[in-house]
């Protein structure tokens, strides 16, 4: 969330053509300086590594361990990281890593995106995706998890699209 706010700034008119930009969440640190874009690298990059270092680590410790600890046993692997792999199809075990990465596009679109309509489309387009990769690829053992996910995205992608109606209203 830190990272994320760092990179939501906001630009002032000060007349004449003059504009400068502004942290959002901290009005006085000037996003033109030097030392903020510094800063902004350092939460790109932690960005960058949470949102797809965590998901590719998991997959990746799950079959780390498959391999030197589990002499090769996928299974094993698998029961060891339940809390990673439990609900989803054999084909779809590393489905949770796709929820990471969902989860970070997320943040993506509604730290990244300056314009804020275009904010909420971009939010709803990449939940749309994601909501389709979920219906095509049903990744869940059980049918009546795989309704709750599509129930969750679909209630999400609605809440998105009630926010466009914000500016119609006093």
Same mark, same amino acid.
């Not at 874009?37 to 960058?48: C, G, H």
């Not at 779809?92 to 796709?98: G, K, L, P, T, Y």
């Not at 596009?105 to 979920?134: D, H, M």
């Given at each position: ?110 730290? +990244? @995106?300056?314009?804020?309509? =275009?904010? %909420?489309? *971009? $939010?709803? &387009?990449? +939940? @749309?995706?994601?909501?389709? =990769?979920? %219906?095509? *690829? $049903?990744? &869940? ?10 129930? *969750? ?18």
């Amino acid at each position: 969330q830190v990272s994320a706010d760092m990179l939501n700034c906001e630009e002032y008119d000060f007349g004449r053509g003059e504009t400068r930009s502004f942290l959002a969440s901290d009005k006085q640190i000037d996003c033109d300086t030097e030392e903020y874009k510094s800063v902004r690298n350092v939460a790109l990059t932690s960005l960058a590594i949470y949102g797809a270092g965590v998901p590719v680590f998991s997959v990746l410790a799950v079959k780390i361990v498959e391999r030197f600890t589990m002499g090769g046993d996928d299974t094993s692997a698998k029961k060891l990281f339940f809390f990673m792999t439990g609900g989803f199809t054999e084909r779809w075990w590393f489905w949770e890593s796709i929820i990471l990465v969902r989860k970070a596009v997320i943040v993506g679109c509604v730290t +990244l @995106v300056s314009s804020p309509i =275009l904010r %909420i489309y *971009s $939010a709803i &387009w990449a +939940l @749309v995706g994601f909501l389709l =990769l979920n %219906i095509v *690829s $049903a990744p &869940w053992e059980d049918l009546w998890f795989s309704r709750m996910e599509g129930t *969750s995205l679909t209630t999400i992608i609605a809440t998105f699209n009630l926010l466009l109606l914000i500016p119609y209203f006093p």
